[in-house]
Structures are given as C-alpha cells and as structure tokens.
C-alpha cells in the first residue's frame, strides 16, 4: 500500500513539472506564431535547391 502512496506522490511531481515548462514556454512566446508552421512546405529551400 505504501507503494501505492509513492507512485502517486511521484506522478503529481512529474505531472507539476511538465505543468510548468507548459507554463513557463507559453510565457515565453513559444506558441505565438501559428500561421507559419502550417505554409512551410510551400516555401523552397535555398540549400536544397538543385540546378
């Protein structure tokens, strides 16, 4: 049963942490262009061109 305890404590842990690096890259602007990822493949790459 006191397993049982641990597996809890450690999952709230880890849930918390990944609550916070979400928090913490939304903050920091990680997710404030959202127009861009979906017309790259539109866009051609100067180093990949070939002549």
Same mark, same amino acid.
């Given at each position: 049963? $006191? =397993? +049982?305890? *641990? +597996?809890?404590? =450690? $999952? +709230? *842990?880890?849930?918390a942490?990944?609550?916070?690096?979400?928090?913490? &890259? *939304?903050? &920091?602007?990680?997710?404030?262009?959202?127009?861009?990822? &979906?017309?790259?493949?539109?866009?051609?790459?100067?180093? /990949?061109k070939? /002549?």
């Amino acid at each position: 049963m $006191s =397993v +049982l305890f *641990v +597996l809890i404590i =450690v $999952s +709230l *842990v880890v849930a918390a942490a990944f609550l916070i690096a979400f928090i913490w &890259s *939304v903050k &920091s602007g990680q997710y404030e262009d959202g127009y861009t990822p &979906s017309v790259r493949m539109l866009f051609e790459d100067e180093e /990949n061109k070939t /002549n």
